[in-house]
């Protein structure tokens, strides 16, 4: 049984692999050499449709495509495994009708209590007109790689504006949050078990400092290796039985589609 967790950033995405069988860890990284300019306007100019967005940014899945591929034959992983990912992005843009922000982000604090409550990034609205200025190609980097998990690492422009509109569904690959995962861990008195699991992998000694650092304070990692780890450790809920999964949804107006589907935008995993 394996478990891999991606750590997605505007030009690299780190990679986690953890081996339960062995309990060994193998970390990796693929490069993103595609650049979209102007990426902030596309999404503001979409008018509630993706057929542009997807039209504009297929270079991204297509490129991650090879370096996916490449990544999971270099690696060896036996396929008669069950495979767990985790993938430290959102799966989806937003359509909040009033500004920018997911429904899952915006009741993230509701469900991290003080102090453990962080600040989660807004992911842009395609159902508002307002640019929301920041690097977003991270984001379709990320949202590459569920299509791709999702379409059995194919792609296709009908399937990738598909994903898009609709959103993805999947029994093994979810969207975490690690300084949420983290959080979350302390507020429900999960940091021992955790720790526990954490201590009992190999070749992570360094990552592992940063995690526990982490674990302590609250504080984001700042370091996307461990950030990748902690998004492999929290699939830990699919099977371990001293954890369990939690969905991060919400309950908003002004959004469409309207709750409680939720496919569209995606939902935010917590481990406790």
Sequence with gaps: MY???????????DIALINWTTNNVTFSM??????????????????GIVNNIAQQTQIIPQQIQQSLIQFISQVRINKSCRIFIGIDCPSGLSRRLNWHGRATELFL???????????????????????HISPWQWIFNGMALYYLFANNYQYDPQSWQNYLQNGFVSNNVIE????????????????????????????????VNI??????????????????????????????????????????????????????????????
């Design 3 to 13: 478990s891999i967790g991606f750590d997605v950033a505007l030009r690299q995405i």
């Design 30 to 47: 693929i490069n993103i050499n595609t650049a979209i300019n102007n990426i902030h306007r596309i999404v503001a100019n979409a008018n």
């Design 109 to 131: 604090n509701h469900v991290l209590q003080r102090p453990h409550r962080i600040n989660p990034q807004w992911t842009p609205s395609i159902a508002v007109q307002r640019i």
């Design 176 to 207: 975490v949050f690690p300084r949420a995962t983290i959080n979350f861990v302390r507020q429900n008195n999960a940091m021992q078990n955790f720790s526990r699991v954490l201590n009992t992998l190999n070749n992570v000694s360094n990552v």
């Design 211 to 272: 995690i526990n650092n982490s674990l302590g304070t609250g504080n984001p990692t700042r370091n996307h290796r461990a950030d990748a780890l902690i998004a492999a450790l929290t699939t830990l809920g699919f099977f371990h039985p001293l954890f369990s999964l939690f969905f991060v949804r919400g309950n908003f107006i002004n959004y469409q589609p309207n709750p409680p589907n939720w496919q569209a935008e995606g939902i935010i995993t917590l481990l406790r």
